[in-house]
């Protein structure tokens, strides 16, 4: 018989021809019992599934030799991944290869099997299926013709603020966020105010000020210092640097690029300032790693006194390699340098670095995000600082810019967003929702977002740990102090 086999987005049959395929039905059963007393046979405690088994015979011809080299590279993962059978093409399993692989040579034939194991000992459907929020009292009804329980994605945006919301169904319900008592007197938090939610469009364009920021680095170093100098375009939901400015062959080696400032209408003392951004390299993959960027966002008083900062460049032209610095007041806390698994998305990052100070407590995350915003590669740091504890936040300030004449990064900021914070005591902050929030929960690992950023903190404590489907059709319900829209996602699964 003829199957075609993808693992791994490889396609295994321009290599093998599959002679027969062994899978069990459903996986290894073991019974749990105990024997009670004299009484006869034993009692019933509990059933487990093992992970399944998939076993493949092929027969491999000409080319042996090269044709092992291939395979053995394909085969070479690390985790589970996808792999499909011709004879179920709508449906994947998450499997690894196991044991030896031993070809039997014949001349120019070869005889090898292939065992990959199943550790979830399920198959699951390709294309999910959405099932909307309904109107306000209307229930959602998802049906789920697997033929076991399936775990359910949520992904909701808010159109207004809210403290809290649930999902629930007769058995199982989740929460997220905080949920206040009607006596503020028994409230033990203390409501935060977001004063910026800024998409940096467009309309956003009047709030900020051109060229009239100072960049950290290299500030004040003589025929080195950093210039700000060139201009930026204000895109559909972002703003991107177009020019650097000029430089003469003959002039010293120095950045230069534009800067964006924004004023705050008040100081806060205590904040939580996020920022997304893009600063990645252009062109052909085999020119990106020549060129060199540099990006700063700078948090200020109103003396222009720095009080947080964060940092990326990559100054090397021979490799990809971006540092990224973490600083407070003038002084750098933390340096360090992006990952392999974050550099090799087109060797620079789109991501997100959310910057907070609560007290004397200055705290910094910076994050990766991949397909759908969904956070990929993350790093957080905290210190205290009593001095710098004392400056009030009143300014924001961007600046990007590129060395001398060396091929440029395509730098762009995306989002920022600034919430007012209450109160000098983080336990007192309360976790909840805003206009325009996106909440996304993964039901495969039970990991929670906030637009792309994952806090499992957001759980509310006591509240079920998954939301599921179960065979057949389930009703499902939102419960929430705010108007949100969204909708439920499932991939069904089968034993």
Not at 111 to 128: E, I, K, M, R, Y
Request: proline letters at 4%.
């Amino acid at each position: 018989m003829s199957f075609s086999i993808k693992f791994n987005d490889h396609e295994l049959c321009d290599y093998l021809r599959v002679v027969s395929i062994r899978r069990n039905i459903g996986t290894t059963r073991t019974n749990n019992t105990v024997k009670s007393g004299n009484r006869a046979g034993q009692i019933f405690t509990s059933m487990t599934r093992d992970m399944a088994t998939i076993e493949i015979d092929f027969k491999m011809k000409n080319n042996l030799i090269e044709k092992r080299r291939e395979l053995a590279a394909i085969l070479n993962v690390t985790e589970p991944a996808v792999l499909i059978l011709g004879d179920e093409p709508s449906k994947y399993y998450k499997a690894i290869p196991d044991g030896d692989i031993s070809p039997e040579d014949q001349n120019f034939l070869s005889s090898v099997t292939l065992q990959f194991v199943v550790p979830d000992g399920l198959a699951h459907a390709l294309d999910a299926k959405q099932f909307p929020f309904q109107e306000e009292d209307d229930e959602t009804v998802i049906e789920n013709r697997g033929t076991t329980s399936a775990p359910l994605d949520i992904h909701a945006t808010f159109l207004s603020d809210a403290d809290s919301i649930g999902f629930t169904n007769d058995t199982q319900t989740v929460q997220f966020g905080t949920t206040f008592s009607e006596d503020e007197s028994e409230n033990e938090f203390v409501p935060s105010e977001r004063v910026i939610f800024d998409g940096m469009g467009p309309t956003y364009r009047n709030e900020w000020k051109p060229n009239v920021g100072r960049p950290r680095f290299k500030y004040d170093y003589g025929e080195g210092s950093s210039r700000v100098t060139g201009k930026v375009r204000w895109l559909e939901s972002k703003v991107r640097i177009t020019d650097y400015g000029s430089i003469k062959d003959d002039d010293p080696g120095f950045w230069h690029g534009p800067t964006l400032t924004r004023n705050l209408t008040e100081s806060l003392n205590n904040f939580t300032a996020y920022f997304r951004f893009k600063m990645k390299p252009g062109g052909k993959r085999k020119n990106r790693p020549k060129s060199q960027g540099l990006l700063e966002i700078n948090l200020m008083d109103a003396d222009n006194n720095f009080v947080m900062g964060f940092g990326l460049k990559d100054n090397d032209p021979n490799k990809a390699s971006v540092m990224y610095d973490f600083f407070i007041g003038d002084h750098r806390v933390f340096r360090g340098h992006l990952p392999r698994k974050v550099l090799k998305y087109t060797t620079g990052i789109f991501g997100y670095v959310e910057m907070s100070k609560v007290g004397n407590k200055f705290s910094f995350k910076l994050c990766h995000l991949k397909e759908g915003f969904r956070e990929n590669w993350s790093v957080k740091k905290t210190y205290l600082n009593d001095s710098v504890a004392m400056l009030s936040f009143k300014t924001i300030n961007f600046y990007g810019a590129k060395w001398k004449r060396i091929r440029d990064m395509i730098t762009e900021w995306t989002s920022t967003t600034i919430t007012k914070i209450n109160t000098e005591d983080d336990s007192l902050v309360p976790l909840v929702f805003y206009e325009g929030d996106e909440l996304f929960v993964d039901g495969q690992n039970n990991h929670v977002y906030i637009n792309g950023i994952r806090d499992d903190n957001y759980r509310v404590i006591g509240s079920s740990q998954f939301l599921t489907a179960p065979v057949g059709e389930t009703a499902y319900s939102v419960l929430t102090d705010g108007n949100v829209e969204g909708h439920y996602e499932m991939r069904e699964q089968y034993l």
